[in-house]
Nanobody, 123 residues
Framework: QVQLVESGGGLVQAGGSLTLSCAAS????MGWFRQAPGKERAFVAG????????AYQDSVKGRFTISRDNAKNTVYLQTNNLKPEDTAVYYC????????????????????WGQGTQVTVSS
């Protein structure tokens, strides 16, 4: 089982920024998802095992950036220009797969999940 530990959530005003981190027990393709109250868990961003390929949900393109530090087995989600509709619990996920260039975008494709970190954006 992959161990995932998220950090970096918090309360921020609209227009602000937060950097979320996810420390993993190994190196895998990774993704960030979010779940707002009463809504389904939704894909936010994903990154390949190599780090060369990324994918984003349309609503966060240009505002969020996913990256990874493979020496630390850590994936980051830099969130800028946050909006109240970004308020959610953010989860990181890992896929037990060593495909170097694949980015996974569906929750069902991921095998392991972190505990989640709350992001609240006030207007």
């Amino acid at each position: 089982q992959v161990q995932l530990v998220e950090s970096g959530g918090g309360l921020v005003q609209a227009g602000g920024s937060l950097t979320l981190s996810c420390a993993a027990s190994g190196r895998y393709p990774m993704g960030w998802f979010r779940q707002a109250p009463g809504k389904e868990r939704a894909f936010v961003a994903g990154i390949s095992w190599s780090g060369s390929y990324t994918a984003y949900q349309d609503s966060v393109k240009g505002r969020f950036t996913i990256s990874r530090d493979n020496a630390k087995n850590t994936v980051y989600l830099q969130t800028n220009n946050l909006k109240p509709e970004d308020t959610a619990v953010y989860y990181c996920a890992a896929k037990k797969d060593l495909s170097t260039y694949v980015v996974y975008t569906r929750a069902a494709e991921y095998s392991d999940w972190g505990q989640g970190t709350q992001v609240t954006v006030s207007s």
